[in-house]
């Protein structure tokens, strides 16, 4: 029941940011363009960050376990061979990410953020379309949480 209570807040977070272009208007966006684009154009870098701290946890949580029942009931081959393939599988996955980071980038910026605050600013209809997912989604975030009540 506590991630059914957690999963309803993060949609209720996320239909805020589905809500807000809309709340707040054209000429306000429009006054806010800069910033804006400087928070849109942060998103590779917030990208990046996500998976760092997703690889970084879950082999670090890995470690910790392994470590704990390791010393509980002892470790087999097969799992001390699993977890240094999972290593080696993400770590090469993570350089192949941090090499192409850069062309990742500039693909992110022409063909989601450039497009987005062009959207948000000079499209009303996107902003009604954002504004009713947004209800979906808090809704949607509202029931969850109720649920994670009358059943906890």
């Known amino acids: 029941m506590k991630w059914i209570n957690i999963i309803g807040l993060c949609l209720q977070f996320v239909a805020f940011w589905l809500a ?11 006054r806010f363009e800069k910033g804006l684009e400087k ?15 997703v690889y970084g946890s879950y082999f670090f949580y890995n470690a910790i376990i392994g470590i704990s029942e390791g010393q509980n009931t002892g470790l087999e081959e097969h799992e001390i061979i699993s977890y240094f393939v999972q290593l080696v599988l993400f770590s090469i996955f993570y350089l192949v990410f941090v090499m192409l980071y850069k062309r990742i980038s500039k693909w992110l910026m022409t063909h ?18 954002a504004l009713i997912v ?19």
């Open 39 to 53: 928070l849109v154009s942060s998103i590779p870098l917030i990208l990046l960050l996500l998976v760092m701290l």
């Open 112 to 129: 989601v953020s450039e497009p987005l605050i062009h959207k948000l600013i000079n499209n009303n209809e996107s902003r009604k379309n």
């Open 20 to 30: 807000a272009p809309e709340l707040l208007g054209e000429s306000t966006l429009k």
């Open 134 to 152: 947004g209800a979906i989604v808090f809704s949607l975030g509202f029931f969850l949480q109720l649920t994670a009540a009358i059943f906890s």
